[in-house]
Each structure stands twice: as C-alpha cells, then as structure tokens.
C-alpha cells in the first residue's frame, strides 16, 4: 500500500476522529477484565457501519465482521482494550479521570487505529476479497490474558492469518519494525516461601536462618542460565522481591522471594522450570528448611510466522522507507498475541511512537507516558497495508 493509495488517503481523513477516539479512551480506562463500559463504548462506534458486531467474546472482547464483495481469505486484525493500576500523571487535557488508572501501554491507540480500520473497510466494501475480522480484545495485561480466551471463544475459527501492532515509544515515530521467528519472550512468575526456626541474632545455631538460605538461592538460581541453559537460546531468571526479617539481632524464621522466568522457546522454558524446582528443594533440604513453591505460568514467547515477517518489510517499506523498516532485536516483554500465533500464522509488529517533542518519551507503564498520536495513522495502515498484501497473494 503506497502512501497515495486510497486507504491511506481515507485514514488521513479519519486521522482527527482516531484522536478523538484515542482521548476519550484515555480520559475513561478500565482495567483487565472490567472493561464493560470500554467494550459498550466500542460497540457504540461499530453499530454505526454495516458490519456483523459479537460482543461478549472471551470477556469483554468485541469481533467484528466485515465482508468484501468477492470471496477470499479471513484476516484477522487485533487491538487491546484495557488499562493499568497507575496513577496518570501527565499534564493534559485528555489525562485520565480515573484516580490509579491510566492507558500506560498505548492500548487506546490500537483500538482507535482499528476502529478507523473498520471505518475504512465499511465504506470500501470493494476494495476487499473475503472477510476482515476485527478483533478487540481486552485483558492483555494480566494472565490468563484476553487473548486465550477469546481463541477459546471461537474468535480464530476458520481464520487464515493474523496480524496485530503495538504503539512502541522507544522506536521514534516514523519507524516499524519486527522480525521473525521468536520476537517477544515467555514470562512466568513465581513465589518462593521458606520456613526454618526464628531465634537469636547471637545463637545462629539454634536456628535455620532463612535469609542465609535465601541468599543462597538468590546466587543458585543464576545458575540456570548461565550453566544450564543453551547460551544460544537467551533467557533471563529475576529475582525481584527478597522479604525477611524484622530487626537487627533476630534470626528470620521465615523469607518470601518473588521472581521472573522469560524464554524464547520451550525447551529452555521447560528446562528452567525443572532446574528451578532442583535448587530450591536441594537447598532448602541441606538446610533443613521447608519449603513452597508457586509457579504462575504466563504467556508464551510471540512467535511470528517467517513468511509474514517478511511480508512485513515488503509492506513497511512501502509506507515509511526502506530506511525506517527496521529489523528489531527479540525483546524479554511479553504479550498474549502469542495465543492467536500458536494457532494461525500471522505476524506482530512495532509502530515507532516516541517523540520528545510531544512528551513521547516516556517508557511504557510510566505514570507519564504518552504517544505521538500520528502513529496511530501508521497503525491503521500497516494493518490494512498486511490484510491486502496477503488477500493479493492468495487470488
């Protein structure tokens, strides 16, 4: 899709309702799994077009359907919905009017620029072989993630790729980028709990000191990576939460760990899992400490097809440059569009969307963060740019 095409000039004229849309979002988030009045709001702008609208999809989740003139494939193209527990402490006029909630990751830009999608194909029914289903999503930020849900919904029935963007601020705008294979990382948390025999500062042994055997672990655990993982295949191991003890001469009886596992594929994923199993009951046993382990098993690593990654950069470069489809580096962040990638091909991409001039300098679940509105235009675009690129191959 060049940049005078008539999808492109058509988003150029919606570009002022997309930030319009996009604000209202901002000054109204909802958070994962409550996103009822967000997911009625959405409904609302989609009654007005002639399209097929499912509501109640895995949740809050909306698919819509909008059907060309000729028979072709099913594309599916996704945007998330909710937002996050952060106090919005930006000095504009769109800031949230929620207290401790704001759109912190660019999620009400990916609705607005899919809701401009939907505008796009709704009144260019000719355009368009086959059928666009427009999936918005909620609960991208918290596991089991929207995104299960609404596969197991039925929202990928009979679909054959998928294609989904993130509003990215460390990319400047005016960027894409993605690459293949495994783009963004499996992340899994767990708690550790260890209970030994409280006593003492100066009796040590009289005691199982739950800190010792805690910092213990805390050295073991790096082990993982660096001695049992392919070092081929990268992984990081986080311990980010070390709580023990009360005072100075009192020896803790019991310590809780929080941490982190993120992968790239399964068998490094697998793998971590058993070895961090090992080393905490090994060292909790020698220590003569009990023990509990709970794993919280996340989202897997997003995957993108190779063959759509590749349509990517033919896509990209028609629209902003060879010079600005960029190749990107995998990223330990992870994201639920995993789920629709286990089941159909398709393809996820970054949308460069920092810009210091206009406060887009902020990283994402920032209190501050914010986004060069424009990008939503490249959104709109590239999905579009994806959809057709594909329908094309395919006649």
């Not at 359907?65 to 494939?73: D, Q, Y």
């Not at 960029?326 to 992870?334: E, K, L, Q, S, Y």
Request: hydrophobic share 40%; charged share 20%.
């Amino acid at each position: 899709m060049s940049l005078n095409s008539p999808a492109q000039q058509c988003l150029t004229e919606l570009y002022p309702q997309m930030v319009k849309w996009r604000r209202h979002l901002h000054q109204h988030p909802e958070l994962s799994y409550k996103e009822q009045e967000t997911s009625e709001w959405i409904a609302a702008q989609l009654a007005e077009l002639p399209c097929e609208i499912r509501r109640n999809v895995g949740g809050h989740g909306i698919v819509a359907t909008l059907r060309g003139r000729e028979t072709g494939p099913i594309v599916a193209l996704r945007a998330d919905m909710d937002a996050l527990p952060i106090q919005d402490e930006k000095q504009t006029e769109y800031a949230s009017k929620v207290p401790g909630v704001m759109h912190a990751c660019g999620h009400d830009g990916h609705t607005a620029a899919l809701l401009a999608v939907a505008r796009y194909y709704a009144a260019h029914p000719d355009s368009f072989a086959g059928e666009r289903r427009l999936l918005f999503q909620p609960a991208e930020e918290v596991t089991p993630g929207g995104a299960k849900e609404m596969v197991g919904d039925g929202a990928l029935q009979d679909v054959d790729v998928i294609y989904g963007v993130h509003l990215w601020t460390p990319l400047p705008y005016g960027t894409l980028s993605t690459k293949p294979g495994p783009f963004m990382s499996a992340a899994d948390e767990f708690e550790i709990e260890i209970e030994g025999l409280g006593g003492h500062g100066g009796l040590p042994h009289q005691s199982i000191d739950t800190i010792m055997i805690g910092a213990a672990l805390v050295q073991a655990l790096q082990s993982i990576v660096s001695r049992s993982i392919n070092p081929l295949h990268p992984a990081v191991v986080t311990i980010g939460s070390f709580q023990a003890g009360t005072t100075n001469n009192v020896i803790a009886e019991k310590c809780r760990m929080k941490g982190t596992i993120r992968t790239f594929d399964e068998n490094s994923r697998k793998l971590a899992h058993e070895r961090l199993e090992t080393i905490i009951k090994h060292i909790c046993e020698m220590h003569g400490a009990r023990h509990r382990l709970h794993m919280k098993i996340g989202y897997p690593a997003v995957v993108n097809d190779e063959r759509e990654a590749s349509r990517f950069f033919e896509v990209a470069k028609q629209l902003v440059g060879e010079e600005h489809a960029v190749m990107a580096d995998a990223i330990t962040v992870a994201e639920d569009f995993s789920y629709y990638l286990e089941r159909v091909p398709g393809c996820f991409m970054f949308v460069g969307a920092g810009n210091p001039d206009c406060g887009a300098e902020y990283a994402h679940h920032h209190a501050k963060f914010d986004i060069d509105e424009r990008a939503m235009l490249h959104s709109a675009a590239l999905l579009i740019g994806m959809a057709e690129h594909y329908a094309g191959e395919k006649k």
